[in-house]
């Protein structure tokens, strides 16, 4: 009974003071504890930062003050859950969870409360299709483009034709690990490989067996769907059982500093895609001075132009964009989520715009329409030199197989519809 | 003065082994009720029902199942996330494959489908005991959570092996799905919560109950008095296993909406279960409903203060939470090693006596 | 001889190794328990700590950086200093043992008497308390261990046997990080059995797990025969530590290694030193053994980890105290 009265007297007081400010809201639904907290601290920093850069440098978004909101998940669903009701009260105008599992209970969530959710590179793949998920948006790129992109190099590295090469996949044996598995399946027959699936357990400690079935069967090229100490454990062991680094290319999930240094020098040559290529970008050093120097770094600073902070950034600029775009549409600086919804759907990246917002080269070109909302797909693959220490980008952005892709999102997206009484169209 | 009751009168059997012996608490049961089932509804929005009214009366469904089985019957048991799992994925087929029956009969059907799966589970617990038992039933947690991620049929073969809930409707108003009311929400789980704990005091205070204790307090006295422990324990299990099943069905479709076996349902949930109880107290419904109360309420309460009032980073108050909230176990456990349950009854036997404690 | 055999001989070969990694977490639950009858949850968060503790230490980390920003303002992290390993791990071991006396100062002091449950729910409090300090003293983030360890295949190993196959047989495949790892575990358990059959504080340790009564009736002290324990349980987490975190980096998912442990223990039973080792090597032949004969070809694989389990549990019903555990006499 005290418990109750106390907490209920905490909150009430959280409540009168969260609600005087009228600022841009958004929420940051981080982790910064738990099993994944190394993959979640860059990029909150980056998603964080950026937004901090924009209120010194420009005095927010349209000249409308934004106010991040940070609430710490620790990658758990039902904080996620709590995160997301503490802070859509707060006037939330875009949520951006950095997790698979939340994400799921969000779609549905966000969507009655009329609030676009970006899920970039993660996610429900099928949320491309604009028409079914009307406020999710997962552009630049998603899982099964990935597992295309991956193939597309590969094909690309083999003259075009990959017959009779094996593939194996080694995935966390979860949701997220799963995604990539239907269009593998898909294009293996298509271009006549072979894939082997192996699954690994959370959280991947011990991976062994599988490594040693790796060995003994040899696969021409390794593929990685991992996350969390998979990742680390699995290059040490591809590492271990002398498996040429250049043929192991983990998906952009698996391809941060973080996931490599543990190994050292028997990294070099590991491959990952990317949506992000690292590469000096004129707005690091102006968060450099602008923000860290001023003392309002998010974080402890130290994860500055590292692979997910310049991706945490890179989701801070789309979503920042995209406000801009509903400021522009609605002729209104203090927006609701409806309308960043509106601006989020009119959303054009051109190449322009990313040099002029001194990340140039940052993702690919892209314009978000109601039927695709899930950009372009385009990736590209980069490969870690162990011993500058850095992510060097391979590649220029590589395009998935649309004809594959296309048709297992509307498959998908239609099926979700007739599930859950959806009749699919533009709002 | 108003906490006592004026002597030892009782006159029947009745009233001799009713559950509040004491009128002011038999007032405050009925207030509690009232007010549950009367007032919050009317009050409650979506931050309360689903940051905390309605984990916590979940909670509370798998604390009480769970808690007949370690506190009633002594066996303890780690594979209640799984068992949850199976009241989960038992819910989710039941609503797909039978639209037109309403889901409450579906929570009901997946309960009792807990209870078959947990029973088979239980079987090893009449060689095993102690901690040995502990360990053995996280095979179930371990083994019913590959399963739910590796046979497609459980999620109806979809791409990411996530469940989602459709939408579900009881007497006209959705229960499930994102368009649901926060008040039906928290009403479904509270109906389902207070049949649960009627159902469960009145079976620990039967036969059935008494059998259980023989066995927790000692199993081998318990079978030359006459206790079959075959049957005692795999009622247990069962009965345990129900519940805990129902607790994972609402959890699901009512609570989450979607989840993915191995987040939601993996061993850190057995684990908190577990805490849940023997912080509360073990063999004690009270217990249950404290235990749960408690570990829901810590870390948001926790969080509120930290981040929202102090204005702390949150990665150092999901630090300092985790201090604080095992610093607080072992101060508990310290200061009273039989749980909040214990402190309760212990105001209760000092307010009893209040003022003349002579 | 095929090459599916000789490939079935390489995975019991791994799966031996990977048992004695299991048995060296499984280790600290024993000693504790054995000791005092607490059934030490925390062990695998230990690891964690001393790991990371190791690791600060040598990059000359300063402790509570993070907090002591956030609450003074200011902005530091390092020392400017490395320490030696060696000197690292003698410091490590320090803290290791403050923390046992603690541990037994502050907690298990007040809650001696109690039932099995509630100690071991004790020691779950402290699995939170310690994982909170621990990413409060050294944060959050992967570290890497710069021990020198050995890593990779032997190539010698492959060399040698790789004659013994057709052209589809590639020699057999050994972590040198595995080899080291036994040979340190099985220094290790030589050195535990050797310190509790021959020194005095080992008699007495042994003299308590027998029969605290009769222990305390002959003038020893409890309570140090438990700093004791628990010292040596986090020197062994330590040990843990350092050859899981050489993998992997040292980062929170140390702490679920505990769970890899639990069933060795089941197996080998909650009091056997010995029985921990073979636990390990049962288990961890069976369970990669079962992944390689039927867990991948026909479930699909990730079959691991409720096999181990499964595998204990039938291994107890028909021996419920474990393989070497001390056989349960009931009396009523």
């Known amino acids: 009974m005290k418990m109750k009265t106390l907490a209920a007297m905490a909150l009430a007081g959280s409540m009168t003071a969260g609600t005087a400010m009228a600022d841009l809201v958004i929420p940051d639904l981080s982790y910064r504890t738990g099993p994944y907290a190394a993959g979640g601290?860059?990029?909150?920093?980056?998603?964080?930062?950026?937004?901090?850069?924009?209120?010194?440098?420009?005095?927010?978004?349209?000249?409308?003050?934004?106010?991040?909101?940070?609430?710490?998940?620790?990658?758990?669903?039902?904080?996620?859950?709590?995160?997301?009701?503490?802070?859509?009260?707060?006037?939330?105008?875009?949520?951006?969870?950095?997790?698979?599992?939340?994400?799921?209970?969000?779609?549905?969530?966000?969507?009655?409360?009329?609030?676009?959710?970006?899920?970039?590179?993660?996610?429900?793949?099928?949320?491309?299709?604009?028409?079914?998920?009307?406020?999710?948006?997962?552009?630049?790129?998603?899982?099964?483009?990935?597992?295309?992109?991956?193939?597309?190099?590969?094909?690309?590295?083999?003259?075009?034709?990959?017959?009779?090469?094996?593939?194996?996949?080694?995935?966390?044996?979860?949701?997220?690990?799963?995604?990539?598995?239907?269009?593998?399946?898909?294009?293996?027959?298509?271009?006549?490989?072979?894939?082997?699936?192996?699954?690994?357990?959370?959280?991947?400690?011990?991976?062994?067996?599988?490594?040693?079935?790796?060995?003994?069967?040899?696969?021409?090229?390794?593929?990685?769907?991992?996350?969390?100490?998979?990742?680390?454990?699995?290059?040490?062991?591809?590492?271990?059982?002398?498996?040429?680094?250049?043929?192991?290319?983990?998906?952009?999930?698996?391809?941060?500093?973080h996931d490599v240094t543990p190994a050292g020098m028997a990294a070099n040559g590991y491959k990952s895609l990317n949506m992000n290529p690292v590469i000096d970008y004129p707005v690091l050093a102006e968060i450099q001075s602008l923000v860290h120097d001023a003392g309002n770094a998010a974080g402890d600073g130290s994860h500055l132009g590292s692979v997910l902070y310049v991706r945490g950034m890179y989701a801070a600029m789309l979503a920042a964009e995209a406000i801009a775009k509903a400021q522009e549409i609605h002729g209104v600086a203090d927006v609701t989520p409806a309308m960043v919804r509106d601006g989020m759907e009119a959303l054009e990246i051109t190449a322009a715009?990313?040099?002029?917002?001194?990340?140039?080269?940052?993702?690919?070109?892209?314009?978000?329409?109601?039927?695709?909302?899930?950009?372009?797909?385009?990736?590209?693959?980069?490969?870690?030199?162990?011993?500058?220490?850095?992510?060097?980008?391979?590649?220029?952005?590589?395009?998935?197989?649309?004809?594959?892709?296309?048709?297992?999102?509307?498959?998908?997206?239609?099926?979700?519809?007739?599930?859950?009484?959806?009749?699919?169209?533009?709002? | 003065m108003l906490y006592r009751e004026a002597g030892d009168f009782k006159t029947s059997y009745q009233a001799d082994s009713q559950t509040f012996p004491i009128a002011f608490d038999r007032w405050r049961y009925w207030a509690v009720l009232v007010i549950a089932f009367c007032v919050v509804p009317f009050f409650v929005n979506a931050y309360w029902a689903n940051a905390i009214l309605v984990p916590f009366l979940i909670y509370a469904i798998a604390a009480i199942g769970l808690n007949i089985l370690t506190g009633y019957c002594g066996q303890v048991s780690l594979g209640t996330g799984g068992f949850m799992a199976v009241g989960a994925?038992?819910?989710?087929?039941?609503?797909?494959?039978?639209?037109?029956?309403?889901?409450?009969?579906?929570?009901?059907?997946?309960?009792?489908?807990?209870?078959?799966?947990?029973?088979?589970?239980?079987?090893?617990?009449?060689?095993?005991?102690?901690?040995?038992?502990?360990?053995?039933?996280?095979?179930?947690?371990?083994?019913?959570?590959?399963?739910?991620?590796?046979?497609?049929?459980?999620?109806?073969?979809?791409?990411?092996?996530?469940?989602?809930?459709?939408?579900?409707?009881?007497?006209?108003?959705a229960v499930t799905g994102p368009h649901t009311a926060p008040w039906a929400q928290y009403m479904i789980c509270l109906v389902f919560l207070t049949v649960c704990a009627l159902i469960a005091r009145n079976l620990t205070r039967g036969t059935i109950g008494r059998s259980w204790m023989a066995i927790r307090d000692m199993d081998i006295a318990a079978e030359i008095i006459g206790v079959n422990p075959l049957k005692a324990k795999l009622t247990a299990f069962a009965v345990s296993s129900f519940f805990i099943g129902i607790s994972g069905a609402l959890f699901f479709a009512v609570y989450l909406g979607a989840v993915e076996v191995g987040e939601a349902f993996g061993i850190q949930k057995s684990f908190l279960v577990l805490f849940m109880i023997i912080i509360g107290g073990l063999g004690s419904l009270f217990g249950s409903f404290a235990g749960a109360a408690f570990l829901v309420l810590l870390p948001v309460a926790l969080k509120v203060i930290g981040v929202d009032l102090l204005g702390w980073p949150t990665d150092l108050v999901a630090h300092l939470q985790l201090v604080i909230v095992g610093a607080l176990i072992m101060f508990f456990l310290i200061k009273e090693p039989h749980g909040l349950a214990q402190l309760w009854r212990l105001a209760k036997e000092k307010l009893r006596l209040w003022p003349f404690p002579y | 001889m095929s090459a599916d055999f000789l490939y079935g001989i390489e995975v019991v070969i791994n799966g031996l190794m990977a048992g004695v990694l299991y048995a060296l977490v499984a280790l600290g639950f024993v000693l504790i328990f054995k000791a005092s009858g607490i059934f030490n949850f925390a062990q695998g968060v230990m690891a964690l700590f001393a790991?990371?503790?190791?690791?600060?230490?040598?990059?000359?980390?300063?402790?509570?950086?993070?907090?002591?920003?956030?609450?003074?303002?200011?902005?530091?992290?390092?020392?400017?200093?490395?320490?030696?390993?060696?000197?690292?791990?003698?410091?490590?071991?320090?803290?290791?043992?403050?923390?046992?006396?603690?541990?037994?100062?502050?907690?298990?002091?007040?809650?001696?008497?109690?039932?099995?449950?509630?100690?071991?729910?004790?020691?779950?409090?402290l699995a939170y308390f310690l994982e909170g300090v621990g990413d409060l003293m050294w944060g959050s983030s992967i570290r890497t261990l710069a021990l020198g360890l050995p890593q990779g295949g032997s190539i010698w190993v492959e060399e040698m046997t790789s004659g013994l196959g057709g052209d589809d047989f590639y020699g057999f495949f050994i972590d040198k990080l595995d080899m080291v790892a036994t040979l340190v575990a099985l220094v290790l358990v030589a050195g535990l059995v050797a310190f509790a059959q021959y020194t005095k504080q080992g008699r007495a340790m042994r003299a308590v797990a027998d029969d605290h009564q009769a222990a305390l009736s002959v003038g020893i002290s409890l309570s140090y025969i438990w700093v004791l324990v628990w010292s040596l349980a986090g020197i062994v987490a330590l040990v843990a530590g350092i050859m899981w975190g050489a993998k992997s980096g040292v980062q929170f998912s140390l702490s679920l290694i505990a769970l890899k442990a639990l069933p060795v223990l089941m197996l080998g039973g909650f009091t056997s030193i010995p029985g921990a080792i073979v636990g390990g090597m049962i288990i961890g032949v069976g369970e990669k053994l079962f992944e390689y004969t039927i867990g991948a070809p026909y479930l699909g694989g990730a079959t691991e980890n409720w096999f181990a389990y499964m595998l204990a549990l039938v291994f107890l019903v028909f021996r419920p105290q474990g393989l070497f555990g001390e056989r349960i006499i009931e009396r009523v």
């Open chain 2, 89 to 173: 994925y038992a819910c989710y087929k039941l609503m797909t494959s039978f639209p037109d029956v309403s889901i409450v009969i579906h929570i009901i059907l997946a309960g009792g489908i807990t209870a078959a799966v947990g029973a088979a589970f239980g079987l090893p617990s009449l060689r095993i005991k102690g901690f040995y038992l502990a360990v053995a039933t996280l095979a179930a947690q371990f083994f019913l959570v590959w399963m739910f991620n590796k046979v497609s049929w459980f999620y109806n073969y979809s791409a990411s092996g996530q469940i989602t809930a459709p939408e579900r409707f009881v007497a006209g108003v």
């Open chain 3, 51 to 125: 790991a990371l503790t190791l690791v600060g230490i040598m990059e000359g980390q300063v402790p509570f950086a993070h907090l002591i920003n956030a609450v003074f303002g200011t902005n530091i992290h390092h020392f400017g200093w490395q320490v030696p390993a060696i000197l690292a791990i003698f410091m490590t071991v320090l803290v290791m043992i403050a923390f046992a006396w603690a541990v037994q100062h502050f907690v298990f002091r007040h809650l001696v008497g109690q039932e099995p449950i509630i100690l071991f729910m004790a020691t779950i409090g």
């Open chain 1, 353 to 427: 715009r990313m040099t002029e917002l001194g990340m140039e080269g940052i993702g690919p070109e892209f314009a978000v329409t109601c039927q695709n909302h899930g950009g372009t797909g385009q990736g590209l693959v980069q490969q870690w030199n162990a011993s500058a220490g850095v992510w060097e980008p391979l590649t220029g952005f590589i395009s998935p197989d649309t004809s594959v892709i296309a048709p297992l999102v509307a498959e998908d997206s239609a099926a979700f519809a007739a599930e859950s009484g959806i009749t699919p169209g533009c709002l």
């Open chain 1, 41 to 257: 601290v860059p990029f909150s920093d980056g998603y964080q930062d950026y937004f901090a850069l924009l209120n010194a440098r420009d005095g927010g978004i349209g000249g409308e003050a934004v106010r991040v909101i940070e609430c710490e998940t620790a990658y758990n669903t039902e904080r996620g859950v709590e995160c997301y009701e503490a802070t859509k009260g707060e006037g939330a105008l875009i949520y951006q969870p950095l997790s698979t599992g939340i994400t799921y209970q969000l779609i549905p969530r966000t969507t009655a409360d009329n609030i676009p959710l970006h899920t970039m590179g993660y996610g429900r793949t099928s949320a491309a299709n604009g028409e079914v998920f009307n406020w999710v948006f997962n552009y630049p790129a998603n899982y099964w483009d990935a597992a295309s992109v991956a193939v597309n190099y590969l094909l690309d590295e083999n003259g075009g034709s990959l017959d009779g090469k094996t593939i194996a996949l080694v995935y966390h044996n979860s949701a997220y690990g799963k995604e990539p598995i239907r269009t593998l399946e898909e294009l293996s027959a298509m271009h006549g490989f072979t894939l082997t699936q192996l699954a690994v357990d959370h959280p991947g400690q011990e991976q062994k067996s599988q490594w040693l079935q790796i060995r003994r069967e040899r696969p021409d090229y390794v593929l990685m769907w991992g996350w969390g100490v998979m990742n680390q454990v699995a290059v040490q062991e591809a590492a271990n059982i002398g498996f040429p680094m250049e043929n192991f290319i983990g998906n952009w999930w698996a391809g941060a500093e």
